[in-house]
C-alpha cells in the first residue's frame, strides 16, 4: 500500500521482556517521528528522525527506549525489559520536505499491552 | 512542560451548529500549525494547516485562525455533522534548535456533535 505501516498491530507482553515495533514510512518520505498515546492521553512525543541528520530523541521517556532508522526506510522502536506503564499505543508518522509544509502521515499504530 | 495546550479535553455541540476548537502555544518558533482527527482504533488523519505568515485558512467546512501575538489559533467547523465526531488533536512545529520540521501535538479535544 501507500501510506505508512505498522506492524505488529496488536502485541501482548509479559513485564520485563523486550519487544520491537516497525515502521514502513511512505516511499521517499525522509521524515519519520514515533509519537505514543496512554490511555486517554494526547500524542506523546518519542523521537524524529529527519533525513542524516541526527535524530531528536527528547522524547524518550527513559533509557528503556531506543529506536533506529536503517537505510532512511524502516524504523524499529526497541523498548527493553518492558513495564505496564509501557501500554499504550504507538503511533508512527512519516512526511516529505518538513520545514514549510510539514503535513505528516500516520499508520494505524501498534497496541502495546504489557502484562 | 506543555508547548502546545488543548485546554477543553471535551466539547458537545449540536448538528448544524459550528464547534470551535482552541489551541495555545507558548514557543514562538513554530512556524507552522496543523489539525488532525482521529477516530478511535485509527491513526490520525491531517486536516488543515496554517503557516504564520497567515492568519486564516479555510477549506471546505473548516476553517484555521491563527493569532499570532496571542500565540493563539482555532479550528471552527460549520455547519457540524455527527461525523464529525472524533478527538483533534493540534500540532505545531517550526525551525528550532536541532529539530526543524519536529511536530509537536497538544493532548487533543474530543468533539461530540449530536443529531
Known amino acids: 500500500g501507500a501510506g505508512v505501516s505498522q506492524s505488529p498491530s496488536n502485541k501482548v507482553t509479559e513485564k520485563g521482556k523486550d519487544v520491537e515495533l516497525r515502521c514502513d514510512p511512505i516511499s521517499g518520505h525522509t521524515a519519520l517521528y514515533w509519537y505514543r498515546q496512554s490511555l486517554g492521553q494526547g500524542l506523546e512525543f518519542l523521537i524524529y528522525?529527519?533525513?542524516?541528520?541526527?535524530?531528536?530523541k527528547s522524547g524518550l521517556p527513559s533509557d528503556r527506549f531506543s529506536a533506529e532508522r536503517t537505510g532512511g526506510s524502516v524504523s524499529t522502536l526497541t523498548i527493553q525489559r518492558t513495564q505496564q506503564e509501557d501500554s499504550a499505543v504507538y503511533l508512527c508518522?512519516?512526511?516529505?520536505?518538513?520545514?514549510?509544509?510539514?503535513?505528516?502521515?500516520f499508520g494505524q499504530g501498534t497496541r502495546l499491552t504489557v502484562v | 512542560d506543555q508547548q502546545v495546550k488543548q485546554n477543553s479535553p471535551s466539547l458537545s455541540v449540536q448538528e448544524g451548529r459550528i464547534s470551535i476548537l482552541n489551541c495555545d502555544y507558548t514557543?514562538?518558533?513554530?512556524?507552522?500549525f496543523l489539525w488532525y482527527k482521529k477516530y478511535p482504533a485509527e491513526g490520525p488523519t491531517f486536516l488543515i494547516s496554517i503557516s504564520s505568515i497567515k492568519d486564516k485558512n479555510e477549506d471546505g467546512r473548516f476553517t484555521v485562525f491563527l493569532n499570532k501575538s496571542a500565540k493563539h489559533l482555532s479550528l471552527h467547523i460549520v455547519p457540524s455533522q455527527p461525523g464529525d465526531s472524533a478527538v483533534y488533536f493540534c500540532?505545531?512545529?517550526?525551525?528550532?534548535?536541532?529539530?526543524?520540521?519536529?511536530?509537536?501535538f497538544g493532548k487533543g479535544t474530543k468533539l461530540s456533535v449530536k443529531p
Open positions: 528522525f529527519q533525513g542524516n541528520s541526527a535524530p531528536d
Open positions: 500540532a505545531a512545529s517550526g525551525s528550532y534548535g536541532g529539530s526543524q520540521g519536529n511536530l509537536i
Open positions: 514557543n514562538s518558533m513554530f512556524d507552522y
Open positions: 508518522a512519516s512526511s516529505s520536505i518538513p520545514g514549510l509544509s510539514t503535513e505528516a502521515f
